[in-house]
């Protein structure tokens, strides 16, 4: 029985009529086209989510590290490695240890509020000489400064302090230009150590030491965060620093899907819909089958099939087509975007896909309710034998 049920369902799907049914027949294929357009949409739009976050967080934690420590005192940095090899179970890839000081950078008839960064390690990125600066890509250009220009430094605490009277200032060459893509890039200057102390003293009250850890599984940070809070230690992890920027990012997908849902729900009422059309226009026919034996639920099972092979027609081409855009896309990039825009220029999309286990369940469940309501309100409330 449920094999004739279903070449029921099936032969309507593909028997060509003319007339009133085949104009209801036409808007539920319209019906599937809006689903298969929508859920495509969706499927692509999650994925470029996927992709945009998975590449920002690779390009992120390129700059930033897994856990930062912040302190106002020079702790000795193998101190912290021993507290995370005592925890962690990969271990640590390399650490960072800076110290820090706001200060004040003039060029001719240009000054600056920047931030001094002295790298105290050998693992850092940036590597200066001696007697050498490097400046960030956008403080560059807002001082339009070049490579071997001579540009002064000045501490703004003593200036202060002195009531603008000490106006000493230290004298450096531009080494070369850094470019991280963040807003470090408006107010950093990378100093060699020696002559960061020229300018504050060893243990400034207004220094500030970070040592950044690069782990070798980022996924243990949170685990190594809570261990290092119970020491009271000032620390902060990746996700931490980046939860907002994450959560806004979340907020701009969630809303286009909001629209994308309404549109798809609109495409799963209308095939649902066209049920009521079908009913009416087929009562000879439904009459014929009561006739043969079949009975109303199962007459009810055919249009209940008929919905679900067109959503989930509508679910697999939309899959496919997905499948081939997404990997044209990450083969050619053939969409581009800025990355002084969006930190990264590389648009790639990955298919989350037990996001799309839940979204065909989903479909699956509302097409069968859908359906059940239009073709059983219809069947029973139509008489028949008129």
């Known amino acids: 029985m449920i094999k004739l049920i279903f070449n029921i369902a099936l032969k309507f799907i593909s028997y060509k009529i003319k007339g009133r049914l085949g104009f209801v027949r036409k808007t539920f294929y319209l019906g599937a086209i809006g689903l298969t357009l929508s859920v495509l949409s969706l499927i692509l739009l999650n994925s470029v ?166 782990l070798n599984d980022s996924s243990e940070q949170d685990l190594i965060k809570a261990y290092f809070d119970r020491y009271q230690l000032d620390s902060y992890t990746f996700n931490q620093k980046y939860e ?43 009459r014929f089958l009561m006739l043969a034996g079949l009975r109303k639920k199962q007459i009810s099972l055919v249009f209940i099939i008929v919905s679900l092979i067109m959503i989930v027609s509508s679910f697999v081409i939309a899959f496919i087509l997905s499948e081939l855009l997404i990997f044209i896309q990450n083969s050619y990039e053939i969409i581009s975007i800025s990355s002084n825009v969006y930190i990264i220029s590389k648009l790639e999309g990955i298919i989350d896909y037990s996001y799309l286990a839940y979204l065909f369940l989903s479909f699956i469940s509302l097409g069968v309710f859908f359906s059940s309501i239009a073709s059983l309100k219809s069947i029973y409330k139509t008489d028949f034998h008129a």
């Open 49 to 214: 989510e996927n992709g945009y976050k998975y590449n920002l967080k690779t390009r992120l934690l390129k700059l930033e590290s897994d856990i930062e420590i912040v302190s106002d005192n020079h702790t000795n940095s193998s101190l912290y490695l021993e507290l995370i090899q005592s925890m962690s179970e990969k271990g640590v890839k390399r650490f960072c240890t800076s110290v820090s000081n706001p200060s004040i950078i003039k060029y001719l008839n240009y000054s600056e509020g920047v931030k001094i960064v002295s790298y105290q390690t050998n693992d850092c990125d940036l590597f200066v000489k001696k007697g050498n600066v490097i400046l960030g890509e956008k403080l560059k250009d807002k001082l339009k400064v070049k490579i071997d220009d001579k540009v002064l430094f000045v501490n703004p605490f003593v200036l202060v302090e002195s009531l603008g009277l000490n106006k000493k200032s230290t004298s450096l060459n531009v080494q070369s230009f850094a470019e991280s893509g963040t807003p470090d890039d408006r107010y950093l200057v990378v100093m060699h150590p020696e002559d960061f102390l020229s300018i504050y003293s060893q243990n400034s009250k207004y220094s500030t030491i970070n040592t950044k850890i690069y």
């Open 244 to 286: 907002n920027t994450y959560n806004s990012l979340d907020q701009v997908f969630e809303t286009i899907s909001i629209i994308l849902y309404f549109f798809m729900a609109l495409a799963i009422i209308n095939i649902t819909s066209s049920i009521w059309l079908i009913v009416e226009s087929k009562r000879n026919q439904i």
